[in-house]
Structure formats: C-alpha cells, structure tokens
C-alpha cells in the first residue's frame, strides 16, 4: 500500500500561532478562558482542556482580571468593548489574515459601497466579520447570489476558507448585475494551496482520507472537494473512524487535513495505516510521498 | 410564414444621436470631414456620402475651417488634440456611454490600478479608450485572460458591445488570480438587451437574420449568439444577401438588427419578406410579433 500525505495537510499558519498564544498564556498560570472553541479539532480541544484552558460560550461568568483568549477567527468590536468593560486581560489570537479581511470589508463601507460577505454565515469567522459592518449582505449559496439584485455599486470580501470555484461563479454572476463591482479575494493562500492539493491528490489515489473535526469549514470543504474528483473519500476525525473495508482492492491512500488538524492527530493516522500494511510497500517506500519527510 | 423583429433591433440611441448630428452638420452646408466610417454600416455610408459627407482615414489634407465629425466609438485624446491644433472644428459625436467607459478608465489608473481592456484591440472604440490611458492591457479571448500573471490590483472596464458571457467568464478568471479586483460593468444595456433578445428569438423561431454591417462588431456578435442557438442563422447586410433556399420547411423567421443598422434598411428586409411570403400568414398576423407597431 502506497500512502501519500499531501505537503499542505494540517495546522496553517494562523492556527499555529493561535494555539501557541494559548499554551504560552496557559503557560504563565493564569486564569484562562476561550470564547468559543480555539479552533474547530474536538481532539485538540480535549488536549488544552487538560492543560487548564476553560472554553465558555458566552462572558457572564467572566470577572475583572480573568484572562481571555480570542480564537483564530476573531469577533466583533462589541465583544472586544464588552470584555473590556468586564475588566478582563484580552489575548488576541485572530488570524492576521482575518484581521486583514475585517479592514478591508471597512475600507469597502467607508468608501460607499454595499459589502457582500460570501462565506457561511454562521461560521464564526463571518459573525466577526459581519460584526464590523453596518448592514453587511452573506451569502453561501450560487442561489443567494443570484437572488442579490441589480445595483450600482457593490463590494465583496469572503471568508478566508471559502470555495474557490464558488468565489469565481459568485463574482461572474455579480459582475453581469453590478455597475462598479470591488472585490477582495480574501480566500487565504494556505486555503487554495490545501484545496488544490486536496484535488489533485485525490485525482491521483484509490481512496482519500481527509482527517479533521466535523464541524471544521476548511476540513468539510476539502472533504466536499475530494469527493467530487473521488467517490473513496472519507472525512475523518482520528485514527478510530478508520474502517479497513475502505481499503479492498486498493493500492495507494491519500491524506491530507484541515488548517485546524493537529499534526500529532495526522501522525496517529499515518502510523496506524503504516502498522495495518507493515508487510505492504509502505516500510519499503517511505510513509509520505509528498512530505518531503515535514512529518 | 410568421416573421418576429425583435424590439431592440436597430439604431441604439448613441449611434442614432451621432447619425443625426452628423446630418445637422452637413445640413449647415460646412465642408464636413468624418474620421473613419461613421457607424460600420455600409448602406448608411453610402446614403450619408450622397448627402455631401467625405469620410477620411487620416487627418494629413484636413485644413483650418475644416468640420470634422468624432464617430460614436470615439477616439484617443492625441486624435482631439492634433484635430485642434490643425484649426478644424469638431463636433464630438463620441457616443456618452463610450465617454463614460473613457472616465472610468482614467479613475481606475488615477486609483493606482493597471487597467485592463476587455474588448478586440483592433476596434476603434478600444482604440480610443486605450488611447485614454498610460499603459493599458488588453484582452479579447479567455486564452489571453488567463495568460494574465497573479496581481496584487487590478481594474476593469470593457468595450461597450462586449458578449456578457465572455466577460463573465473572463471575471471569474480574474477573480481567482487578482487580489484587490475593481470592475465596470460597462457594456452598454442597449447592448446587453439586443443580445439577451437575440438569444432567445433565435431558440424560438426555424430561421434567424441578423441584419448589419460585416464589419460591425455588435452585429457580429449578435449573430454568432443566435448561431449558437440556432444553427439556421444568417447574418445579411440587405435584402440582396437573402436565399430563398433558407426558408425551406420553415414556419417563422426572426430579424433582429446590429446597433449600426439604420431602420430603413431592416424595412427594406421586412417588406421583401412580406411580399416573397404574402400569400402567409404574414399579412393576416401583422408583420411584427414583438415590435408592437414600432417598425
């Protein structure tokens, strides 16, 4: 059994540095909060549960001098007034990337245009970017878009793990409708790169294992990608879900994973699938063709 | 025989209102100079030549007191300035939308942004408005779109009679690649309707004519819409061009006309058909099924 894992697989940028943050804030001893879940890995979650971090859906309980940490995919200003006015210590950990989105999408309003959010609109990612407009317009769906009617002027920015096949349909159908169309193509690169790999690769191999949380947007995204190019595609959340059946009559696996996708869950995968064809190619050819030994 | 004209079929309000000053000015009795052919078609050429108009393709033998006529495509401000200093008297018959689409084009490059042209670069309505701008690009095909490279900025504006189609796709294309992407939409509605009603006449009916000059862009591309939709589709520029052989088996004939075609010459069309088939239909149901007594 050929196994190959996709160079771009697991942690982004962003994420890295938003749990660093965290462990290092943990690391200090102090009382520490997250505002929602630090990122989309119910596995990773549960691993800084046991270092001390307390996940909290909302500030009731917060009180003055209790250290807050915000998720890679950043609020609204009100949370941030609001947990300032608690008292509390704010550690920032948005993706710079979505930092970037929430100016430009200001930029946009101030210079006069209406400003379109593609991107899911409960994802939190686009709460916070929604939270920075005044009355911002989402939409997820070609349907959505189409039923946006015609207008003189309109600005778009997008959730940082959008589709990129939806993003350029989305803009070819506003550019039919719209007079003066500006548009920011906020899709990160650590997004497109993992899309197109994810692609390619499946394209490539008789079965895809896509391993991240569930309710990770980039990870059901490569998922829904995957399958598209190969019906053998499995979303997986870690080595548990794995089912041998999967792999009758198949010769080569695909890996790759989410941006939220720790590498020691990646590692667990890989092992595994390497201890369940220890007789096969696998320990002759190297685990990963494509990582260029990076895990 | 059933004949359907389309509505918008004919002179747009830009070519007529270039039509009319033209035929003020020679009206005026001044020795009346046009800059290349008025509007592309050939017939109204000719008509306009009998009323005392000399077109011309360069400005060498024009002299002080001489009128000079701008088409509607309009044309580069070195052509005004060189025109000026040669002491002729211009009336600008540059049509307001092509204005608009020189404007934006300038905004854009004033903005920061590289321009990119939408539209055949041997036009001379892209002649004129590249002719607006310091070092403008310019794409015709989808080829040429996506040989453009990754940019941080780009802007866009697009020749007036431009297919809607190839600039959606052509957005779409750019979408994925250019980071910051400000479009005009500046094709013209005249004609976006004449292209949307070409398209659908052409599914309804057995025959299609698309009557114009074979060098009009606007014509040309109405009639490769219709061939697209059906395959019977011909594109005359007078009665002379019809084959009767056309018409074999067929129970209804659409006419639709370029911008450039003046309503004489689409009359001329309608009234051969009427009485070639006036033992039909035709004469029972009224000529025209969509122009509501326009024509």
Redesign the interface.
């Known amino acids: 059994m050929e196994i190959k894992v996709a160079k771009s697989a697991g942690f982004c940028w962003g994420v890295k540095r938003a749990v660093n943050m965290a462990i290092d804030t943990l690391r200090k001893g102090k009382n520490t909060y997250c505002l929602g879940e630090l990122i989309h890995n119910r596995r990773e979650i549960e691993r800084l549960k046991r270092l001390g971090m307390k996940f909290i859906d909302n500030m009731e309980n917060l009180k003055r001098g209790d250290t807050v940490i915000i998720r890679s995919h950043g609020v609204s200003p009100r949370i941030i007034k609001e947990l300032k006015n608690k008292g509390t210590s704010i550690v920032d950990a948005t993706c710079p990337f979505v930092k970037d989105v929430h100016e430009k999408a200001m930029k946009l309003e101030k210079e006069g245009y209406p400003v379109l959010i593609l991107g899911n609109p409960n994802h939190p990612e686009v709460i916070g970017i929604a939270g920075h407009l005044k009355s911002p317009l989402i939409a997820s769906t070609l349907e959505e878009v189409e039923a946006i009617p015609k207008m003189a002027k309109l600005g778009v920015v997008c959730q940082t793990t959008l589709n990129?096949n939806f993003?350029?349909?989305a803009?070819?159908?506003l550019?039919?409708k719209?007079?003066?169309?500006?548009?920011?193509?906020t899709i990160c690169s650590a997004t497109s790169i993992r899309q197109k790999e994810a692609r390619k690769l499946a394209s490539k191999v008789d079965v895809m294992l896509i391993i991240g949380g569930k309710n990770s947007s980039n990870t059901t995204k490569l998922y829904q990608i995957s399958k598209s190019v190969n019906p053998r595609s499995y979303h997986i959340e870690s080595k548990e879900d794995i089912k041998e059946e999967w792999f009758r009559e198949a010769e080569s696996i695909g890996i790759t994973a989410g941006a939220s996708t720790p590498k020691w869950v990646i590692d667990e995968v890989v092992n595994y699938l390497s201890t369940l064809y220890k007789g096969g190619e696998l320990s002759g050819r190297g685990v990963c063709q494509t990582t260029g030994g990076k895990l």
């Open positions: 990129l993003f350029r349909e803009i070819s159908t550019a039919s719209v007079k003066e169309l500006k548009v920011y193509n």
